[in-house]
């Protein structure tokens, strides 16, 4: 299945890619620990004996991800009568800011600001034909999804201390080399060492998705790395091919 929200450097395009080559045995733990719009998970087989573990450190992420979990109908009621207006898309973001909201009401107003805003960054309006009543019909649907899924709000490193273990598969979507502020400067390069440290380490396998460059093939190269090819849909003209890594630790 999709997933409901776009997100800044979402997997949609990636997914197949990715799951292709996820270990053939399948693990009894299933962790993502940057979890954005959850493309792969959303895309992955469902094992009802399969932990599944949907992580991000964004708190208003997180908590639209529970509130739809948990109350997707009063999330749908909150999203009634929604136009793709500019006035509307201020007044949200404004409200954002302010206390005095209900889980269900911060939810409602994050989803329609990625979902309105210029590449999901939720500060810019978009102008563009957006259809908000796509995610809006999806909720039910994905809070069935979501029913077995822990969610957590933790950082990476304490995410995968926590649940590490022989039997896990971590899949990791870093924000990427050089692009570290669209994300609220939440990581920065000393991050990306920090994590290639931790997952050097781990008892579990990881599956790692990157931009193609020379910084990251250096810092993981005693890994497995594959070199694959996407469309890149923010180039009109010219070269539209964008080159990605995806990083294991098991063949």
């Not at 898309?89 to 990625?114: C, H, P, S, W």
């Not at 022989?166 to 990427?176: G, T």
């Not at 990157?210 to 810092?219: G, K, P």
Request: glycine fraction near 6%; hydrophobic fraction near 35%.
């Amino acid at each position: 299945m999709n997933s409901f929200i776009p997100w800044i450097g979402g997997k949609k395009l990636l997914r197949k890619e990715i799951l292709s080559r996820f270990p053939k045995e399948q693990p009894s733990r299933y962790i993502e620990v940057f979890g954005g719009a959850g493309w792969v998970l959303f895309a992955k087989e469902h094992n009802s004996k399969q932990l599944e573990v949907y992580n991000d450190l964004n708190g208003d992420l997180v908590n639209l991800y529970r509130c739809v979990k948990y109350h997707a109908q009063e999330v749908q009621r909150e999203c009634e009568f929604l136009l793709n207006s500019r006035e509307i898309f201020i007044n949200y973001k404004e409200q954002m800011n302010i206390n005095g909201l209900t889980d269900i009401q911060r939810a409602a107003r994050f989803l329609y600001l990625i979902k309105v805003s210029f590449g999901a960054d939720g500060k810019t309006y978009g102008t563009n034909a957006k259809n908000i009543s796509y995610s809006v019909n999806m909720l039910p649907e994905i809070s069935k999804r979501l029913n077995r899924v822990v969610i957590e709000n933790k950082s990476y490193d304490n995410l995968i201390k926590v649940y590490d273990r022989n039997n896990a598969l971590f899949y990791l979507d870093p924000p990427y080399y050089k692009t570290e502020k669209y994300y609220g400067n939440l990581f920065d390069e000393e991050d990306h060492i920090k994590l290639r440290d931790i997952l050097k380490d781990i008892k579990g396998k990881f599956i790692l998705s990157y931009n193609d460059c020379a910084f990251i093939r250096e810092l993981y190269s005693d890994f497995y790395i594959e070199e694959v090819e996407r469309n890149n849909n923010l180039v009109k003209d010219g070269d539209s091919r964008y080159k990605e890594l995806i990083i294991r630790n098991y063949k």
